[in-house]
């Protein structure tokens, strides 16, 4: 276990060391790096105690509680991730926690006339121990599972504004994320009942549940740090607009819409305008369009662009380019001036970034694959 946990720590320092000399690192970025720098300190912190000498006093306290520094950084960096602005009050209301937890561990120990040693990734209870002693790693799980659902709703409010600002998910739609977060919530709770069976049960070794503590964090970083540098800036250039994505309107969303100034002649206008952009200029071959894109092409703004998607065309903005890009491969398939193209290749010169999108929209705009439309 020793020789895992070296390996997750050498790795950590060479990915901070990597992002740390990055050329024009975004803010998202330091949030990153702050992170991996505190889980680099836990996987320290559990290989020393466990295989090499105790940490007391305030540097043991310290070490100990540094999930409750590197949890909200990986919310912290999943929020700059996703487009949200961060104000320095959020930052320290988040970070709060470790030295409160930190103070009040220290005063108690003191006040209880004890110095509390950490040995093999805890705390040891001494003799006639006080209560709190039993307790005090509680505030770390109710931490990480808070900060759990905190990332899962994060997620889920990216994925469904994606599909009102985007004409694409590939890169941005942040399903590693999701699935990273899950793996490392099972193997949290996985962990948890080894370590509560070896303190209460003595199953095994205690030091060798902590060790496994140790080396999730390191698995956790492996991750995060496989896909997060390979991460695509998802709100370059493009100011992020949370908006209602509901293709129906909901009443709430009627009552923005009603605040927004258009009138329903003026809607009517403004959407023949946007059909005819779409029909004549054709933007949406272009892979990279998103909201933004289409909003200064077609001189009607943001807010009101994705109002007469979603109100007049019942749509998303991600399905409503995507069935013009539908409609345009159809032409080319049935084209004989484009019969020497593969079908991937139609699919890329109507504006899709993969051959999985195109499939997917195809068969839902056709009901038919586009191998079998192309027999047809």
């Known amino acids: 276990m020793e020789t895992i946990l070296n390996a ?9 060391l990597v992002l740390l000399f990055k050329r024009g690192k975004k803010r998202s970025d330091y949030y990153f790096l702050s992170w991996i720098l505190m889980t680099i300190g836990q996987i320290g912190f559990y290989e020393v105690t466990i295989f090499q000498f105790p940490l007391s006093g305030i540097i043991g306290v310290l070490g100990f509680a540094l999930p409750l520094l590197s949890t909200p950084l990986l919310f912290l960096y999943l929020l700059a991730l996703t487009g949200h602005s961060i104000s320095w009050k959020s930052v320290f209301v988040h970070l709060a926690i470790y030295p409160i937890y930190v103070i009040t561990l220290m005063v108690l120990a003191e006040k209880n006339g004890f110095v509390l040693s950490a040995s093999n990734g805890y705390f040891i209870p ?6 709190w002693m039993f307790y005090y790693a509680v505030p770390l799980a109710i931490s990480g599972t808070t900060y759990f659902f905190l990332n899962l709703l994060l997620l889920q409010k990216h994925q469904k504004s994606i599909v009102s600002l985007f004409s694409y998910d590939e890169k941005i739609n942040l399903k590693w994320a999701v699935y990273v977060i899950y793996a490392s919530f099972v193997l949290f709770v996985v962990v948890s009942f080894l370590i509560f069976g070896a303190t209460q049960f003595q199953l095994f070794p205690i030091k060798n549940a902590f060790a496994l503590v140790g080396i999730c964090s390191g698995l956790v970083l492996i991750a995060f740090g496989f896909y997060g540098f390979r991460q ?5 250039n493009m100011e ?11 009443p709430l969303e009627k009552s923005s819409y009603a605040k ?22 054709k933007p949406f071959l272009n892979e990279d369009l998103n909201l933004h894109l289409l909003s200064q092409q077609t001189q009607i703004a943001p807010s009101h662009l994705s109002q007469i998607i979603n109100q007049h065309f019942k749509k998303h903005f991600y399905d409503f380019v995507n069935s013009y890009r539908v409609a345009e491969a159809k032409e080319k398939i049935c084209s004989q001036a484009h019969a020497h193209l593969s079908l991937l290749g139609i699919a890329f010169e109507c504006g899709f970034k993969s051959k999985s ?13 586009p191998s079998e439309f192309r027999k047809k």
Do not use: C, W
């Not at 927004?260 to 200029?281: D, R, V, Y």
């Not at 195809?362 to 009901?367: I, Q, V």
């Open 126 to 131: 001494p003799k006639n121990a006080p209560l």
């Open 232 to 236: 695509t800036t998802i709100f370059s």
């Open 240 to 250: 992020p607009l949370f908006l209602n994505h509901d293709a129906k309107a909901s």
């Open 357 to 369: 999108s195109f499939n997917r929209y195809f068969k839902k705009y056709t009901g038919s694959a």
């Open 260 to 281: 927004s100034g258009l009138t329903e002649a003026a809607i009517q206008q403004l959407a023949q305008k946007l059909t005819l952009h779409m029909e004549k200029e």
């Open 8 to 16: 997750g720590l050498g790795i950590g320092v060479f990915m901070f």
